[in-house]
């Protein structure tokens, strides 16, 4: 009897102490940094109307005081006053305000609303801030071209400009991340190209 309590507690030591030893293993394997999320929210390339308020400065005349001579018994003399001419209207020069960054542009034109919906928020769900670029400072807005075949996978992605190298590798893999659904079948076309804009801003990841 006392062997076999012995081999039960020894038994169930050495499972507890294999137990111990894989958790210490799992916890060497996970990475020590982790990307930062950051929500983006990506909107469609659409001019909007801008209201631009304009001052004007409209010049007037003075008018004349004109003084009636009274004479007694005689009624007064009717003095016309000429209407005040206006000068022209100066406008001033409109300010030129910042560029937000354009958003999701399909190159290729007659293309469904819900398509490039999905396309938009495919992207959304995968973009994040490299850690790298958050510990360097950098920041800015990234714009490239990718192309998606007839299956909806990505054939090409190309950075178009930007300051940072590492804002545009990782905006080009969070697009190679993302799920997209295949063309319709309305569209002939084999291929689709985008244009992305996005801005990375630290202020996000605080």
């Known amino acids: 009897m006392r062997t ?18 894989i ?27 801008q ?12 008018k004349k005081e004109v003084k009636k001579a009274s004479i007694p018994k005689k009624k007064p003399e009717i003095v016309s006053e000429k209407p005040l001419k206006k000068l022209p209207k100066k406008q001033k020069k409109e300010k030129e305000k910042p560029k937000k960054p354009g958003g999701l542009k399909p190159l290729q034109g007659n293309l ?3 398509y490039i919906d999905a ?3 495919g992207i959304e769900e995968n973009i994040f801030y490299p850690l790298e670029a958050i510990e360097r400072g950098e920041e800015g807005i990234v714009s490239v071209n990718f192309t998606l075949d007839r299956k909806g996978e990505v ?16 905006t080009c893999i969070a697009i190679k991340r993302a799920k997209f659904p295949p063309i319709p079948d309305t569209i002939k076309n084999d291929k689709l190209t985008f244009q992305l804009e996005i801005e990375y801003n630290l202020e996000s990841v605080k």
């Open 4 to 21: 076999a309590v012995r081999f039960s507690l020894a038994f169930i030591l050495s499972l507890l102490i294999e137990l111990g030893f």
């Open 23 to 49: 958790e210490i293993l799992e916890s060497l394997k996970k990475p020590e940094r982790e990307e930062v999320r950051q929500v983006i929210k990506i909107s469609l390339i659409k001019q909007k109307e």
């Open 51 to 62: 209201r631009v308020e304009i001052k004007r400065e409209i010049r007037k005349k003075g």
């Open 112 to 114: 469904p609303a819900y």
């Open 119 to 121: 396309i938009r928020s």
């Open 155 to 170: 054939v090409e992605c190309k950075p178009l400009n930007g300051k940072s190298n590492i804002l545009q590798e990782a």
